[in-house]
């Protein structure tokens, strides 16, 4: 069976430190990945999603980057924190193609603190 | 451009009652629409999901829910709401042409004794 990965699971963090979060995703290959991010008493953001390694799309300007350095890894950077990046963030997997139907699994999520 | 509303920010609910929660939908051709819950602290659970066939579609949990096309509605309904029901649901609606899903900005339930 598929499992997904986050760690860590709660960050704190100052104003203008970098950032990495990172998701694995086991049982499965060639996933899409996703980032969201969730606001407090927000709903969910897409940040970024990725169809395959190196493959990297950004839905929204910011502070924030991703990498796909292997198929079912998924990174989220910053080099330089905002107050504003404090959240809930979320990673997400589904498979397309394969009877699947685009059921997005999610990862149990770092939130962040930016102080 | 998809879109997903759900009209309610806060729901409260006595224990043993039942449970609607309202999903409107945009979309241009017959959607894939989805529920998700999310515990505190917790990532999002899927509860249910629906693609084509049968509008009434079973979920875990004793969560159901029903596709209207004419009302483009996806609702979410449970008989007989348990404590542990109190959380955040969420509805989602894609695909896009790139796979992504639109969610709604969610609906947190409060479950009374």
């Known amino acids: 069976s598929q499992t997904i990965h986050q760690w860590p699971a709660t960050l704190v963090q100052p104003v203008g430190s970098p950032l990495s979060l990172e998701c694995t995703v086991e049982?499965?290959?060639?996933?899409?990945l996703y980032w969201y991010r969730q606001a407090a008493g927000r709903g969910l953001q897409l940040l970024f999603y990725?169809?395959?390694?190196?493959?990297i799309s950004s839905e929204v300007p910011q502070n924030l980057s991703a990498s796909r350095p292997q198929d079912r890894q998924f990174i989220l950077s910053s080099k330089k924190l905002l107050l504003s990046d404090s959240g809930f963030y979320l990673c997400?997997?589904?498979?397309?193609?394969?009877?699947?139907?685009?059921?997005?699994?999610f990862g149990p999520g770092t939130r962040l603190l930016v102080l | 451009a998809q879109s997903v509303t759900q009209p309610d920010i806060h729901i409260t609910v006595s224990e043993g009652a039942s449970l609607e929660l309202r999903c409107n939908y945009s979309?241009?051709?017959?959607?894939?629409l989805f529920w998700y819950v999310q515990s505190p602290g917790q990532g999002l659970q899927l509860l249910l999901k629906?693609?084509?066939?049968?509008?009434l579609v079973q979920g875990i949990k004793g969560f159901e829910a029903e596709f209207k096309r004419s009302q483009s509605s996806f609702n979410l309904r449970k008989p007989s709401v348990h404590w542990s029901d109190a959380a955040e649901y969420f509805c989602?609606?894609?695909?896009?042409?790139?796979?992504?899903?639109?969610f709604g900005a969610g609906t947190t339930v409060t479950v009374r004794a």
């Open positions: 997400a997997w589904n498979i397309v193609g394969l009877g699947l139907q685009e059921t997005q699994y």
């Open positions: 049982g499965t290959s060639n996933p899409n």
């Open positions: 990725s169809v395959g390694i190196g493959q």
């Open positions: 979309y241009g051709a017959t959607p894939y």
């Open positions: 629906y693609f084509s066939g049968d509008t």
């Open positions: 989602a609606v894609g695909p896009s042409n790139d796979y992504k899903l639109s």
